[in-house]
């Protein structure tokens, strides 16, 4: 169980109403790049690899604020 994340996905910001890729705005990357990597970060200090970080596995709230989810291929390293 997770929160609701009402903002959609990064995969949702960056395609059409027609499913078209749509440019953004490099200004854009400030935004969930840093969130990112933290969380890999520390998903991968905790001894994990999610395996599966792609636009629509980042999600993010009604304040712009990314999440990463989907943890179901996520590995256990030694």
């Known amino acids: 169980v997770m929160q609701y994340l ?3 996905s990064l995969r949702d910001r ?3 109403a027609q499913d078209k890729p749509q ?6 990357l400030k935004t969930w790049v840093p969130a990112m990597a933290k ?6 200090k905790q001894g994990f690899l999610h395996r599966d ?8 709230d009604e304040h712009g604020n990314a999440y990463l989810s989907d943890f179901g291929l996520a590995k256990v390293v030694s």
Do not use: T
């Open 39 to 44: 969380a890999l970060d520390f998903i991968h």
């Open 6 to 8: 009402q903002g959609g």
């Open 14 to 16: 960056l395609v059409d």
């Open 53 to 60: 970080v792609k636009p629509a596995n980042i999600l993010f």
């Open 23 to 28: 440019p953004r705005p490099l200004e854009d």
